[in-house]
């Protein structure tokens, strides 16, 4: 499995590798077979720097909706659970490969039953690879996810799950009796899709922080620097490039944003980026 690091900050997200398999011919030796495997790096920001925490994992970056702060609730701790609880489940084998939504579902259902309540709410994107098939099964809740680029073309990405404007669904844990005053969806809500990868394809997991920042054909334009490259040195400089461009666009006054014309097109009139959290896992398919 990959080693990365995330942030206390950002939206729930992981990242796994299948399992790797071989097979026998009738010769006795033993051929390994042409599977897939990622080559991946990691950046982010805090929106609030002074309050930042970088943690080390193993499977992903997380954060909780922020809002919680405003009433004593540490909005990390909840998004963090829910990723620790993942990695217990993967590392138990309790989780089927091919459906990741039923691994979010585990683990959202299991802090549920908890004793001691981790209350908070976080969105969530899980991206399994499936090394012998060359496979990738994904399901995401909210307004972050990933983008795939072959060729320097986007080839698939995620869909978007908002209830309204700038209001994505999420997982969440009320306190006691205001379960009716919070946004609460369900797991199995989750948008989830399968696709094939390539050798030499660029995968982007990021936070709305990144998506409503940067326009798509920027994004593109560093993605398609690391196609094909297995130098992890490299992909950490696209990566660290992707997450101070989001950074630095997040505090123009004068950009129009994807997050300022998405409000123009709901009837509001803004300009200037949108300051948030930022996290880039950017990944690379070798075979």
Known sequence: MQS???????????LWNG?????????PAVVKKREASLV????????????????????????????????????????SYLMKTCERLVSLGKFVPHEPAGLLAKSYYELLENKQSILGSSTA?????????????????GDSGFVIVRKGKVVHRSSEQQHYFNTPFQLSLPPPGHSDLVLRDSP??????????EDGDVILLATDGVFDNVPDQLL????RKVEGERDPTKIQGVANTIAWMARS????????????QSARQ?????????????????????M
């Open 188 to 197: 199995e809500s989750a948008d989830t899709s399968t696709f094939g990868v």
């Open 4 to 14: 990365i690091y995330w942030t206390g900050r950002l939206l729930s997200r992981a």
């Open 40 to 79: 991946s790096a990691v950046c982010g920001f805090p929106k609030d720097l002074s309050r930042g925490r970088i943690r080390k994992g193993q499977f992903g970056v997380a954060d909780g909706v922020g809002g919680w702060r405003h009433y004593g609730i540490d909005p990390g701790e909840f998004s």
């Open 249 to 260: 666009l997040a505090f123009d006054g004068n950009f129009l944003s994807p997050f300022a």
């Open 125 to 141: 994107c899980v991206i399994v690879l499936n090394k012998e098939t060359s496979s990738i099964y994904a399901a995401n809740i």
């Open 220 to 223: 593109v334009t560093e993605m």
């Open 266 to 286: 709901n009837g509001i009139e803004a300009i200037g980026g949108k300051p948030d959290d930022i996290t880039v896992l950017l990944a690379t398919i070798a």
């Open 19 to 27: 399992i790797s398999s071989y097979t026998t011919c009738a010769d």
